[in-house]
């Protein structure tokens, strides 16, 4: 299992890498050209895209570009963003076709004159890049992303040896990289399995499930697998991996998919066990 250490060491090379490739192919521009989808559902408008002549810097990200062509040329261009700073999870979008943060993504980091800006695959299209969240969070939500521990004491009013979870290192290194998510529904957006269902619960809510079920302090580890051991559960994944590919946040969910598998067959294979071993006793 990858240790802490580990973790910071991977985002920091991911990161190192990242500039490392960007400075090499950096494209320098003085301004670029702008595709926007347009379509506001509510009104039942229909699609089409508008151009917009932005200036650029070497620093300019995509969603500078989109603040600069709503601020001077169109307000009505409908974005969602708040932290700029890849944090918050808001400013998803497709970016020439690829599940992308508007605010991490630096203009002179993407090839070609036209940069195209289309709401995320796989979300119930609102307006313009906007796209409704519910479902997704919904899923999360199912994975019940909170510790569960029926041995905790909750009486604030004294300390006991069961107030306090305790945590080795090695423990937290078991869930370290699932807790960086942000929620972003990149890796939703890039998930094949969830373009063909939408009851799967996609590889965040999946990479969740893992996150609190490696938790040594949680105590229901067997009712987080009866929870993604369904119909349309974990074993819908194909093991693209486009999930991870896209993650801005370094978190492999498809990794938390397989390790999680793994411990559903092995539960499946002991439950098997048992079964075999009390029918063997009634013979
Ligand atoms: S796993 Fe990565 S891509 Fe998916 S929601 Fe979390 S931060 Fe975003
Ligand atoms: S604005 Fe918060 S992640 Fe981009």
Redesign the pocket.
């Known amino acids: 299992m990858i240790t802490v250490t580990e973790t910071i060491e991977k985002i920091e090379r991911l990161d190192k890498k990242r500039a490392k490739e960007h400075v090499g192919k950096e494209i320098l521009r003085s301004s670029i050209t702008l595709k926007v989808f347009r379509a506001n559902r509510a009104v039942g408008e229909a699609a089409r895209y508008d151009t917009f002549e932005v200036p650029v810097q070497r620093s300019t990200t995509v969603?500078d570009a989109l603040l600069w062509a709503k601020q001077n040329t169109d307000h009505s261009i409908g974005i969602?963003?708040?932290?700029?700073?890849?944090?918050?999870?808001?400013?998803?979008m497709k970016i020439n076709g690829i599940p992308r943060?508007?605010?991490?993504t630096k203009m002179s980091e993407l090839e070609g004159s036209t940069i195209t800006c289309e709401p995320l695959a796989n979300f119930p299209h609102l307006r313009d890049l906007v796209t409704d969240f519910s479902q997704f969070f919904a899923h999360h939500k199912d994975m019940k992303p909170y510790i569960q521990n029926s041995d905790a004491d909750l009486d604030a009013s004294q300390i006991t040896k069961l107030s306090e979870y305790l945590q080795m290192p090695e423990d937290v290194d078991r869930f370290l990289q699932f807790s960086y998510c942000?929620k972003?529904g990149l890796c939703y957006s890039a998930c094949p399995t969830v373009a063909m269902d939408i009851k799967f619960p996609g590889p965040q809510a999946l990479g969740q499930a893992y996150r609190y079920f490696a938790d040594s302090r949680d105590t229901a580890p067997k009712e987080r697998l009866d929870l993604v051991d369904e119909k349309h559960g974990i074993f819908r994944c194909h093991f693209a991996g486009s999930c991870s590919t896209v993650c801005?946040k370094g978190v492999d969910p498809a990794l938390g998919i397989q390790l999680l598998r793994g411990h559903l067959l092995g539960f499946s294979k002991n439950e098997k066990k048992v079964a075999e071993l009390k029918d063997r006793s009634k013979a």
């Open positions: 969603l969602r963003y708040s932290c700029r700073m890849a944090s918050c999870g808001s400013c998803g943060l508007a605010c991490y942000i972003c801005p």
